[in-house]
Each structure stands twice: as structure tokens, then as C-alpha cells.
């Protein structure tokens, strides 16, 4: 069930959000040019480890990240934006991550809204949490975001709801974060390596009945950050549909699906 959490009026002490090992990952590609003023706004005293993994970028990502003292893996080939993520998420286990957060180094989303990202887990009301630009009205609209891309965030938000049975503001925000447990659950090694990836874990977390959460996030648009393109964005939008698809046909015991079973 999806539940809004109430944004923090001030941040609360340093250690005082989270509970146990927290790490944040950072799925990259060519973000030499915001990687270091996103790593210098993540709030002090919320995180244990920063891991870059940096996906056969074209600059010198992977050299930054290494100058800044993080976990700098780099992929020896390109594999996607969701391979990517898998890296991350085996990687954050591995280190024994009790909590982490996905956050973009393009600078696209708030650093400063990791404590709220990681509250809802540390306080066992979520095993995920999704950071919604839809929550406030017209945040997404202040921030940038085009307005085709507002407008099929809505149309397939909606859908999407449909087919779970839930109420998300936004099923397709890259700002996310996950227990331990929701990542040793959930088989995310068997979803796709491109975008449909982050579609596919929402409809896992439903699929496993693992409680979700929804917190407001802001977002801002600029030249410097990675941006989904309109044909990019079809393809993903057909992806998206075609995910409702296979957990409607897979729930309805129709077609099974090994993304929704363990």
C-alpha cells in the first residue's frame, strides 16, 4: 500500500534516520560534469558508503569518483541503465547495506531529501520507498519537466495503478530506495537492462506484497542532466504497458512469469 510520508521541517541528528549500514549507489554514465556537486549536497551523518558505478562512460566519470574517495566500479562494456542498476544493488549487498538509496548523479534530484528517503525504512513502515515529483502540485512543472513528459508520467502512472490495484503519484521516478530485505526478495537480476527496469521492480514490490512508500521529492531540468528522449520515452512507455500486461496475465495465473515468482 502506498503511503505519503510528511517532509522533515528541519533534518533530524546525524544517525538518528536510519538503522544499520546505509548505501547510497550511484548508476552513472558520462557524469563528470555533476557528479561531484551531486556528491558534495548529499547530507552528512545519512549514508556509510558511496558506490559509483560507471557505465563505460566517455569521460572521466569513473577518474572523478576515484578522486573523491567513493567506490568507483567501472562496467567494461555499456549494458544499460538497468544493468547498471544491478551492479549497484549486488555491490550495496555485498557490503552489507542494510539500506540503500538509489540517487542520480546528473543532479537531477534533491541530495538533501535522502533522510526522508531513508526514514520510512528505518522505521519498518516501507521496504521501498519511491521519491514522487507528482505529490506537489505543479512540483514537476516548476522543476522543468516537459510537458509530454508530464503528460504520459500521468497517463501511465494511471495505468499502472490499474493493474496493481494501488494508488502511486508516480510509478517512474528515478529517486528510490530499498531495504535489504526488498532487494534479497525480489528477483531484479531477471529484469530488463534498459529503463523498463525501474517499471518492473514497483510492479515486483506489489507482486511479493511488500509495503511501499511514497515521499514528495523535488526535481529540476537542465542541459547538464540525462534526460530520457521522445523516442527513448516510447519505447519505454510500450515497455511499461507491456510489464501490466505480464503481472495481469501472471496474477490471473494465465501465463506465468518469472519476474513475479521466486
Known amino acids: 500500500m502506498s503511503e505519503a510520508s510528511a517532509p522533515l521541517t528541519a533534518p533530524p541528528p546525524a544517525g538518528a534516520a536510519k538503522s544499520g549500514r546505509v548505501v547510497i549507489v550511484m548508476p552513472a554514465y558520462n557524469a563528470a560534469k555533476t557528479l ?17 558505478v560507471d557505465d563505460h562512460s566517455r569521460d572521466e566519470t569513473t577518474d572523478l569518483a576515484k578522486r573523491l574517495n567513493l567506490k568507483a566500479i567501472r562496467h567494461p562494456h555499456n549494458v544499460g541503465y538497468g544493468g547498471n542498476q544491478k551492479t549497484c544493488y549486488m555491490e550495496a549487498l555485498r557490503d552489507g547495506a542494510e539500506i540503500v538509496v538509489m540517487l542520480h548523479p546528473d543532479g537531477q534530484y534533491d541530495p538533501k531529501i535522502i533522510p526522508e528517503m531513508v526514514r520510512p525504512i528505518a522505521e519498518g513502515r516501507a521496504e521501498m520507498v519511491l521519491g514522487s515529483r507528482m505529490m506537489t502540485a505543479g512540483g514537476a512543472k516548476a522543476g522543468g519537466m516537459p510537458l509530454w513528459k508530464r503528460l504520459a ?37 531477471r529484469n530488463s537492462n534498459d529503463f523498463v527496469f525501474d517499471t518492473e521492480v514497483i510492479f515486483q514490490a506489489v507482486a511479493f506484497g511488500l509495503p511501499v512508500v511514497e515521499v514528495p521529492v523535488s526535481t529540476r531540468y537542465f542541459d547538464d542532466a540525462s534526460s530520457v528522449g521522445f523516442r527513448t520515452g516510447v519505447v519505454y512507455g510500450l515497455g511499461t504497458l507491456w510489464t501490466a500486461c505480464r503481472f495481469l496475465l501472471h496474477r490471473s495465473g494465465i501465463l506465468d512469469c518469472d519476474k513475479f515468482r521466486r
Not at 552528512?44 to 558506490?51: K, L, T
Not at 500521468?154 to 508516480?170: I, Q, S, V
Open 153 to 189: 508520467n500521468r497517463f501511465l502512472t494511471k495505468t499502472e495503478n490499474l493493474a496493481m490495484g494501488r494508488e502511486f503519484t508516480e510509478c517512474h521516478t528515478g529517486y528510490r530506495a530499498y531495504s535489504r530485505r526488498f532487494l534479497e526478495t525480489v528477483p531484479f537480476l
Open 36 to 52: 561531484e556537486d551531486t556528491f558534495r549536497a548529499i547530507p552528512q551523518g545519512f549514508f556509510d558508503e558511496i558506490v559509483v
